[in-house]
């Protein structure tokens, strides 16, 4: 069936330092989410990206979505200790609006 | 209501007793998916349906796992015959389920522990 990978699992980073997460999808996808979970949290939607190639900014975060649509990338320039949490790809595959969620990337920002 | 709702927030059961868990999505959604999360996991797919279309049920674990959305609205999620590997929080979402707007809205999830 369907997998999503994400790389790193985790990550630690000094307030400022850049950080990016890469979600790969074992299928080509129709669409793919992005949500942000903080400790203790429920997920919150970030974003979609639907076209292949397509490139959306929100302030200091940037998503990517690949070429092929088999894969995406969440990029935060400068990070703040607000960013901590763990970030979730979620892919869908056309026909169906079954999100399969990624293995998610745990943020750590020491200031 | 504001957001996604589920109840219990918490709860504690015996192996082998059965559950139920309930979720009231946002009015006018028409998707509703329940995902599970273990503690420190990714969210794993259980359930997902879609206005009066047919349960998508390629991921519930087991027949002890099962789910049901009346009227299109609220929707449990039963499992029978509890085990301790059951125990994990267990998050609703709704969405409007169109081709542009699939946003989840999640809620607090229900916390189960089987003892």
Same mark, same amino acid.
């Given at each position: 069936?369907? !997998?999503?990978?994400?790389?790193? !699992?985790?990550?630690?980073?000094?307030?400022?330092?850049?950080?990016?997460?890469?979600? /790969?999808?074992?299928?080509? #996808?129709? /669409?793919?989410?992005?949500?942000? !979970?903080?400790?203790?949290?429920?997920?919150?939607?970030?974003?979609? #990206?639907?076209?292949?190639?397509?490139? @959306?900014? +929100?302030?200091?975060?940037?998503?990517?979505?690949?070429?092929?649509?088999?894969?995406?990338?969440?990029?935060?320039?400068?990070?703040? $200790? $607000?960013?901590? &949490?763990?970030?979730? *790809?979620?892919?869908?595959?056309?026909?169906?609006? @079954?999100?399969?969620? &990624?293995?998610? $990337?745990? #943020?750590? =920002?020491?200031? | 209501?504001?957001? =996604?709702?589920?109840?219990?927030?918490?709860?504690?059961?015996?192996?082998?007793?059965?559950?139920?868990?309930?979720?009231?999505?946002?009015?006018?959604?028409?998707?509703?998916?329940?995902?599970?999360?273990?503690?420190?996991?990714?969210?794993?797919?259980?359930?997902?349906? +879609?206005?009066?279309?047919?349960?998508?049920?390629?991921?519930?674990?087991?027949?002890?796992?099962?789910?049901?959305?009346?009227?299109?609205?609220?929707?449990? #999620?039963?499992?029978?015959?509890? +085990? !301790?590997?059951?125990?994990?929080?267990?998050? *609703?979402?709704?969405?409007? &389920? $169109?081709?542009?707007? /699939?946003?989840?809205?999640?809620?607090?999830?229900?916390?189960?522990?089987?003892?």
């Amino acid at each position: 069936g369907q !997998q999503v990978m994400q790389i790193p !699992q985790y990550q630690h980073v000094q307030e400022g330092e850049d950080f990016t997460t890469y979600c /790969n999808s074992s299928t080509t #996808l129709s /669409n793919i989410q992005w949500y942000k !979970q903080r400790p203790g949290g429920h997920p919150v939607f970030l974003i979609q #990206l639907v076209k292949s190639g397509e490139v @959306k900014k +929100q302030k200091r975060l940037t998503f990517q979505f690949g070429e092929a649509k088999k894969n995406s990338s969440l990029h935060i320039t400068a990070t703040q $200790t $607000t960013d901590v &949490g763990t970030y979730f *790809c979620a892919g869908s595959t056309s026909g169906t609006y @079954k999100y399969i969620f &990624g293995t998610g $990337t745990r #943020l750590k =920002v020491l200031a | 209501g504001a957001g =996604v709702s589920q109840s219990p927030s918490n709860k504690v059961t015996e192996k082998g007793k059965d559950v139920e868990l309930r979720c009231d999505p946002i009015s006018g959604h028409t998707a509703l998916y329940w995902y599970r999360q273990s503690l420190g996991q990714g969210l794993e797919f259980l359930i997902y349906f +879609q206005g009066n279309s047919a349960p998508d049920k390629s991921g519930l674990p087991s027949d002890r796992f099962s789910a049901e959305r009346t009227g299109g609205s609220v929707s449990t #999620l039963t499992i029978q015959r509890t +085990q !301790q590997e059951d125990s994990a929080v267990y998050l *609703c979402a709704s969405s409007y &389920g $169109t081709g542009g707007d /699939n946003e989840q809205f999640f809620g607090p999830g229900t916390r189960l522990t089987v003892l």
